[in-house]
Antibody, heavy 120, light 107 residues
Framework: EVQVEESGGGLVQPGGSLRLSCAAS????????MSWVRQAPGKGLECVSS?????????YYADSVKGRFTISRDNSKNTLYLQMNSLRADDTAVYYC????????????WGQGTLVTVSS | EIVMTQSPATLSVSPGERVTLSCRAS??????LAWYQQKPGQAPRLLIY???TRATGIPARFSGSGSGTEFSLTISSLQAEDFAVYYC?????????FGQGTKLEIK
């Protein structure tokens, strides 16, 4: 069974940093593109960042987080990361880890999400 | 960035009814279109990818159609568990973008 589980969310002050983790199991982690998708309270979904399969040599970011967030993966630990720096109030959201479907850019499997709250 | 527009924002329907949700892309996405269902407090669930292919375990009452810029999701006979928010998403070009969602309410 495919499972992805996020951790690392919490309350952080504006300008602070946080690192999210996503532990994956039940599939060949290094063979899949992985992404972070966020949802602000009461709002829709936004693709934040994505990383290619294998060594993760290709990374992609939404303009809203470019230069502040860094996505990475450790295939030896089956874990995806999102390093978030210079956090702002509008980064407040539930952050989901999502596995891209094989042969499709859609997200076939999602974690339950971790809440990040940026507030003083 | 490709803008995805869903209509209507809210739809009030009765169980057993047939309903069609619409999604329009600001430029062609070919068939690189997915539909998701999200219930309160839960993660989104993939329903349809490739515009018309049901994801694993999705009931046959869900069907998708369209290509290019116009897409639709049809639920043939609404069940109680189908009342939720539905999102479309394009994945032809980064940033992958979602529509703003259509909320299905019980009439």
């Amino acid at each position: 069974e495919v499972q992805v589980e996020e951790s690392g969310g919490g309350l952080v002050q504006p300008g602070g940093s946080l690192r999210l983790s996503c532990a994956a199991s039940g599939f060949k982690f290094n063979s899949y593109v992985m992404s972070w998708v966020r949802q602000a309270p009461g709002k829709g979904l936004e693709c934040v960042s994505s990383i290619s399969s294998g060594s993760g040599g290709s990374t992609y970011y939404a303009d809203s987080v470019k230069g502040r967030f860094t996505i990475s993966r450790d295939n030896s630990k089956n874990t995806l990361y999102l390093q978030m720096n210079s956090l702002r109030a509008d980064d407040t959201a539930v952050y989901y880890c999502a596995k891209q479907g094989g042969g499709s850019g859609s997200y076939s499997d999602w974690g339950q999400g971790t809440l990040v709250t940026v507030s003083s | 960035e490709i803008v995805m527009t869903q209509s209507p924002a809210t739809l009030s329907v009765s169980p057993g009814e047939r309903v069609t949700l619409s999604c329009r892309a600001s430029q062609s996405v070919s068939s690189n279109l997915a539909w998701y269902q999200q219930k309160p407090g839960q993660a989104p669930r993939l329903l349809i990818y490739g515009a018309s292919t049901r994801a694993t375990g999705i009931p046959a009452r869900f069907s998708g159609s369209g290509s290019g810029t116009e897409f639709s999701l049809t639920i043939s006979s609404l069940q109680a568990e189908d009342f939720a928010v539905y999102y479309c998403q394009q994945y032809i070009k980064w940033p992958y973008t979602f529509g703003q969602g259509t909320k299905l309410e019980i009439k």
